[in-house]
């Protein structure tokens, strides 16, 4: 059993998870972010555990959706993903790491939590 992150090559696979943690995203916007290598997510024994959607532009890797499903949440699930996000991001040798902006109190500890700037960047 292990944690794995990876790109969505194939989200039909795992819609019925994503739709446990977005059930708002419509199918037609988990494949165009699929198909445009923007989807990245994590497995915990054959079930999607969280997911992001990252575009790179610039000198950095945006992180435009970045959610864990809530049962799996404070598990160290957050902090795996965002590790392979920062590994992501030197791989195309981007310089930051940005989040989106959020004044959700969960959100803003878990990004205090991983030592963001109050710009929401990571500078790698």
Known sequence: MRLSFQAADVW???SNDLTKIAPLVEP???LNWQQ???LYYCVFNQRVVAYCVVAAT???LVVNRFSVRE????RGIGLFM???LLQLAESKQLNYLQFPHSNDAPALGFYQHLGLNNQFEFKL
Do not use: K, M
């Open 36 to 38: 445009s290598d923007q």
């Open 71 to 74: 049962l799996t949440q404070r």
């Open 28 to 30: 037609a916007q988990w």
């Open 82 to 84: 965002f590790q392979q």
């Open 58 to 60: 610039g000198e950095a």
């Open 12 to 14: 039909p696979t795992y």
